[in-house]
């Protein structure tokens, strides 16, 4: 980067008016290469050209490739916000987010081939998934861009209703052969045995397209009427068809507790931060259910939050009327929310709401699209989407710039006052590395002191790190985050560590409650509670939880070992070196209890009277050394 350059444009940036208004990034060949608003066009552009090496890798990129820089000043903050919408429209800029929608449609086809007039002419086909609409007779719902939810609604009408899934044909194959597995688990009515009428399938068919159109809540509601009319002509066998029905719908929503929802107009947008990339998901619900859903991925040049608002305006102008929901829910709050809203009811002249759910349903569906969002990082990184949201959303609740893809735990652990040792355990991604998990014997301390333990502890960690000689698998990295076992006091303690050897980290403590349960985590200055983000909750509890087993399970063993050497050296003819020796060798009492006295006496370090000495010491119902060292009685 030519830094020269960059402090011209600086320069020039620091000239800019404390105004909102646009500004136009360009390259050599003239060409707006980014748009972007401001509240202060001059704080806005200045940061651009200060401290340019500490900026994002994709930042860093747009700042090399400005050649100069224009701008337009507006009224308010909301006329900047249109102005940016339709220049980033009109110059399509490299740098800001751009829309693909290169999907392929999905549509839900139905098709009832059992009406007493024609069974004889045709096959019966059951609902199903089709990519095309390619026959003119039967019906389509549709289009989808999601085939997950196509399937997902299929799949679901197919079970609640009992309907065919299988390749026979109708009525071709009525009465051949016996009915398959389905039919024995009550997941299709048997239309193969011959004993169910045209009729029978007609309403069961009518029903099922009536749950799609409507949701659970609607289909049960129209089969509870039926249920009760049937009851009251005493055909008990047709209402217990219907109480059936009504149950099979209801399992269905308890599996899928967000599938129907009572907006009737509505998306939710959820996004996570990958490495390089901004994931985002649109769930669209419409008539009270879940209809589509529609994946995207921006290569992003600032925060996530500037990718949702660019998103939203972007997406919501280019929608016919039509296509509008009536409410927003976002999974995350921006800042420009309330003045996107109008832009977007302005421009196209209909009303719409974005809101931020905080409880209820509507953080149930908000959380569903950000494991959606999360499911699409997902599948270039072999983690499950909702380990990779719960990592996201604790890099955001902390305020990262990127999420903690490497975190690092450290507990301290004391037996009896004694003993007195510290653990590390790694986390990528949301998952336990093992391979990394490290040990450590706090040196010459006599009395406990965490704070002095932890330092020690962190101190030998970094010095591993920051010697080239000692290429330590676990050592040879940084972390993007240090999580300690403890509040603002072992933060404190870190970071001062971190600043005497000129490195820096995010640091917070994991704090416990009385019951000893994850409440929140700590900075030097306040407690972040983490409670209300299930996602984060989980992951920092888990964290907690495994360094805490680590440390005390090393603790114990370490006291075990120190006993037993204690006793050891109690052993006629067991000094310090032969006593190390034989807990190298067997690892622990129980093993050395159960070797033979051959095997103590090929042990490294043992002569034969050592071994028989030893053996009587570990075996005290034995009469004599003699009789144990001869092997007779």
Request: proline letters at 3%.
């Amino acid at each position: 980067m030519n830094l020269e350059h960059v402090a011209q444009l600086r320069k020039k940036a620091n000239a800019l008016p404390q105004e909102p208004g646009v500004y136009l990034m360009k390259d050599k060949g003239g060409t707006i290469i980014y748009v972007g608003k401001a509240k202060s066009l001059k704080n806005r552009v200045t940061s651009y050209f200060r401290a340019v090496e500490s900026h994002q890798a994709k930042v860093y990129a747009m700042v090399e490739h400005v050649e100069d820089f224009d701008y337009i000043v507006t009224d308010s903050e909301f006329e900047a916000l249109v102005l940016e919408c339709s220049l980033i429209k009109l110059h399509t800029p490299k740098y800001n987010i751009l829309l693909k929608d290169d999907k392929g449609y999905h549509y839900i086809k139905m098709r009832n081939q059992m009406r007493a007039e024609i069974i004889k002419q045709r096959a019966q086909e059951s609902i199903s998934a089709e990519k095309q609409r390619t026959d003119k007779t039967a019906t389509y719902l549709g289009p989808y861009t999601s085939s997950v939810v196509v399937k997902q609604t299929v799949d679901e009408a197919n079970k609640a209703f009992m309907l065919p899934t299988c390749s026979r044909q109708f009525p071709r194959d009525l009465g051949k052969g016996r009915p398959c597995l389905n039919y024995h688990i009550k997941q299709c009515m048997g239309v193969c045995t011959g004993r169910i009428s045209p009729q029978r399938y007609q309403e069961a068919m009518d029903e099922a397209i009536s749950f799609m159109r409507k949701g659970g809540a609607g289909s049960v509601e129209g089969l509870t009427k039926k249920m009760e009319e049937a009851a009251e002509e005493l055909d008990f066998e047709r209402a217990a068809r219907y109480r059936d029905r009504i149950a099979a719908i209801e399992k269905i929503g308890a599996q899928q507790k967000v599938m129907a929802y009572n907006h009737e107009n509505l998306d939710v947008v959820a996004a996570v931060q990958g490495e390089d990339s901004v994931y985002l998901s649109v769930l669209i619900f419409r008539e009270g259910r879940l209809r589509d859903k529609k994946d995207f991925t921006f290569d992003y040049f600032e925060s996530v939050e500037h990718v949702v608002e660019e998103f939203l305006l972007s997406y919501y102008l280019s929608l016919g009327r039509g296509q509008l929901p009536k409410e927003i829910f976002l999974e995350s709050d921006v800042e420009d929310r309330d003045m996107i809203a109008q832009v977007i009811s302005e421009h196209k002249k209909q009303k719409v709401i974005i809101t931020v759910p905080a409880r209820g349903k509507g953080r149930e569906v908000a959380e569903m699209a950000k494991n959606n969002a999360a499911q699409t990082l997902a599948r270039g990184t072999g983690r499950s989407g909702r380990e990779l949201s719960a990592v996201a959303e604790l890099g955001q609740l902390l305020g990262m710039q990127s999420p903690p893809a490497v975190i690092e735990a450290y507990d301290i652990s004391n037996y009896g006052g004694q003993t007195i040792v510290g653990g590390m355990v790694v986390f990528e991604n949301g998952r336990p590395q093992r391979k990394f998990y490290k040990r450590f014997t706090i040196r010459d301390q006599v009395q406990p002191d965490d704070y002095a333990a932890m330092a020690q502890m962190l101190s030998r960690r970094l010095e591993r790190y920051l010697d080239p000689e000692k290429k330590d698998p676990g050592f040879d990295r940084l972390p993007d985050l240090w999580l300690i076992d403890g509040g603002a006091g072992h933060v404190s303690v870190a970071k001062e560590v971190l600043r005497r050897h000129g490195l820096e980290l995010p640091v917070f403590g994991m704090v416990k409650d009385s019951r000893h349960r994850t409440r929140a985590v700590s900075s030097q200055d306040e407690e972040i509670a983490i409670s209300a983000n299930r996602g984060v909750f989980s992951l920092v509890t888990a964290i907690q939880d495994e360094v805490h087993r680590y440390s005390v399970e090393f603790s114990r063993n370490r006291h075990g070992r120190g006993t037993l050497t204690s006793r050891l050296l109690s052993v006629e003819g067991i000094g310090e070196v032969r006593a190390t020796k034989l807990l190298r060798h067997f690892k622990t009492q129980k093993a050395m209890a159960e070797a033979t006295l051959e095997e103590l006496e090929a042990s490294p370090g043992m002569t034969k009277t050592a071994a028989g000495t030893l053996f009587a010491f570990l075996h005290p119902g034995a009469e004599t050394k003699k009789e144990l060292t001869d092997g007779t009685k």
